[in-house]
């Protein structure tokens, strides 16, 4: 089962991204999380990486093309993966269709979080993630269950994003509106779009992703 996971940042594509793995045995791929670790590589190629992701804007779209073409063609993702954070341009999807074409792959199901602007304020400000495995964490909503350990690694070590301060989310936004919204209406008129409700509690949101998932497949075809 091959899905793509849309939404804004906040809407909580990568925590419901990694539920979808763990039940499904299928693997994520986040676009940002494979970029986060190249910035953190201390190549000069990563320095470029870190501060394009730090001032909110997108890396271009040739780097990612290229790397997700590179992951999908992995052994593990033979049983299916989920898309987190990428298509997040026209071309990206494009590319999308051409490179599952060219693996003779489809999508089964497109998923959007739909999650209002304030909310998406609200969780963004609040957010902080593991340093070693990068899950996800909220001050308000989402505690690890042992104080200052992760649920999923049992490391200590927290960090928030650079990308989560005020000036960045606000890019982050506008870019969301400007290059990354265009594309529902190329995965609507294909019939494959699915919308749900993200501002829901997670469990909920997880529920509703699973009715979608349980349904039949959202296209008919290569896509
Ligand atoms: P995320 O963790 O998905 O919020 O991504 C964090 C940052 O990584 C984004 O703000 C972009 O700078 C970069 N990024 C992630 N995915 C993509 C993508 N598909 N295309 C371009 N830039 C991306």
New binding site residues.
């Given amino acids: 089962m091959n899905i793509i996971l849309l939404g804004p ?2 809407s909580g ?2 925590t419901q991204a990694k539920r979808i793995e763990q039940r499904h045995g299928i693997v994520q791929l ?7 670790a190249t910035a953190a590589s201390g190549t000069e190629f990563g320095t470029r ?1 870190k501060a ?10 040739d ?2 093309i290229e790397m ?1 073409n590179d992951r999908i063609a992995q052994p593990d993702c033979r049983r299916g993966f989920i898309l ?6 026209v071309p ?1 999807a494009e590319a999308l269709d051409a490179m599952l074409a060219r693996h003779g792959l489809k999508l089964d199901h497109v998923i959007l979080l739909d999650v209002d602007a304030a909310t998406l304020v609200d969780r963004l400000s609040g957010r902080f993630t593991c340093n070693r495995c990068g899950a996800s964490y909220h001050e308000r909503y989402n505690q690890p269950r042992r104080e200052g350990i992760c649920d999923v690694c049992g490391s200590p070590e927290f960090v928030r ?1 650079a ?1 989560d301060r005020p000036e ?1 989310v606000t ?2 936004f506008e ?1 969301y509106r400007r290059q990354t919204e265009p594309i529902l209406p190329y995965y609507t008129e294909r019939g494959i779009l699915r919308r749900v409700d993200g501002v829901a509690d997670i469990d909920a949101v997880t529920a509703e992703i699973e009715s979608v998932l349980s349904s039949a497949s959202s296209s008919g075809g290569p896509v």
């Fill in positions: 940042p906040g594509k990568g986040s676009t940002g999380d494979m970029l986060r990486v394009i992701m730090d001032s909110g804007q997108l890396v271009p779209d780097t990612i997700i987190d954070g990428f298509p997040r341009t990206q994003r990308d960045a890019a982050r870019v």
